[in-house]
């Protein structure tokens, strides 16, 4: 399936890149005694990654970009390491409802469990699940996660604060880009197929349209006739001025509605639901930035 292709430029990218080279390699090699952290999708896994180094050893059970998370059944091995974990961390908001069921039976006293959701206050009904894609929401869960850590191994305190003062410096460019599209773009009327990137939609300014249809999509319902022949009118009165679609969740009605987009001319924004192998979140949100700058910069009004 096609994915959102990530790139970023040298002027805003090299110190970007420096930082998390020093994290990826300070990660690289875990210390004996390390914090066994597992973490349900692999953003909020490089994120404990970026934060604790050597000191910790990580691991995802969300990885492949090429499937759909939502179709995702826990095998064993996910119950072992759950187990042995000291910090666990999931999303919450019926994203990864295993998880809980997990947790229920596999106890620990020891075990310490960030529920991304909860933690942030962001539990209410009807919110966006997608909580990743919201660029306020990594650097308030890395203090949590970074404090979580603290607590775990005191030795080690001064030296997660230190990443913790890291990981926030990386993602200011991520601010910075999202300032200067939103004083371009603001006001900008686009579409999605399911609200993957509501958030970040949103906090670029964009108009987003044919929400009840995206609901449906996400809630694995069929959208109504109502909704279908909207979303249809919006792509052939070219209304919107882009077409935003998870790569990792295909279905027979999306692809229709994106070939109606491209007759009509319209550029498409692929995006995934998980960070690419052998990326971090940070290159990973600004690579998503990138795709919809330039969708926005050759749409036709």
Known sequence: MARARISTTTSRSDGLARLLVLLALLAAWPAAGAIRIVAAENFYGDLAAQLAGPQASVSSVLTNPNTDPHLFEAVPSTARALAAADLVIYNGLGYDPWMKRLLAGTPSARRRVIEVAAALHRDQPGTNPHLWYDPTVMPALARIVSAQLQA????????????????????????TRIAGLRGR???????????????????????????????????NTEPGAREVAEFERSLRTRRVRLVIYNSQALSGAVERLLGIARE?????????????????????????LDSLERALSVARP
């Open 152 to 175: 775990v191994d005191p030795n080690h305190a001064a030296y997660f604060g230190q990443q913790l003062e890291r990981f926030l410096e990386s993602m200011r460019p991520i601010d």
């Open 185 to 219: 773009f603001a006001g900008t009327p686009v579409t999605a197929t399911e609200p993957l990137a509501g958030d970040l939609a949103a906090a670029v300014g964009l108009e987003m349209l044919n929400g009840p249809f995206q609901l449906a999509v996400m809630n």
């Open 264 to 288: 009509s001319g319209i550029p498409l924004v692929a995006m995934s639901e998980t960070v690419p192998p052998g990326m971090h979140y940070q290159q990973w949100l600004l690579g998503e």
